[in-house]
């Protein structure tokens, strides 16, 4: 038996909305991407100190996972080459990037070369950069790393972190953005 939504017939009229009842009959990755596109992501940065020397890499798939114990988890590329690196260390710092620093975003997407020419940071308790201007940054330990696809799923043990003042940087179907609460 239908109900309201459907006008009692039980068949869902998909509209504009792509909604079908029968599924996608194939998957189209350009298709995926764009639909996911479409979920507001913060920015940040997780940086490490691994042999005595600064990495990063900007990283949008991160989020809190856990109260007790504190937990956060990220998923690096599994292209990446800092991730290796930062994953060596076994502790890392991820830095919420302020709505100015997207350019610093931009620079840290890229791989390969010196990323923190220029950059200002001071070490957070377990050694990993904190960056300059960072709008909030969270200290982990590496918890587990595990195969997810052409990425990897992350888990850090939070151990420390802090905040300041400032909005974040935002990223929206492929562009960046500003949050106005």
């Known amino acids: 038996m239908g109900d309201a939504m459907d006008g009692g017939s039980g068949v869902v009229d998909a509209g504009d909305d792509d909604l079908q009842a029968a599924g996608a009959a194939s998957f189209d990755a350009g298709r995926f991407r764009e639909v996911l596109g479409h979920f507001a992501t913060g920015v940040t940065i997780v940086t490490a100190l691994e042999g005595g020397e600064p990495v990063g890499f900007t990283c949008q798939a991160f989020t809190s996972l856990s109260l007790d ?17 930062i994953a060596a260390a076994g502790a890392f710092c991820v830095n919420i990037l302020a709505e100015d620093q997207e350019a610093l975003s931009r620079d840290f997407a890229v791989s390969g070369g010196d990323k923190f020419t220029g950059v200002g940071w001071r070490p957070a308790t377990n050694g990993a950069p904190v960056l300059d201007g960072a709008l909030a940054w969270v200290e982990c330990e590496l918890e587990l790393a595990h195969e997810a696809g052409d990425h990897e799923l992350v888990l850090g043990s939070v151990r420390g972190m802090g905040v300041r003042r400032g909005r974040p940087l935002v990223y929206y179907r492929g562009g960046f953005g500003r949050f106005e609460p």
């Open 69 to 85: 114990p504190p937990m956060v988890a990220l998923a690096p590329g599994k292209s990446s080459t800092s991730w290796p690196r």
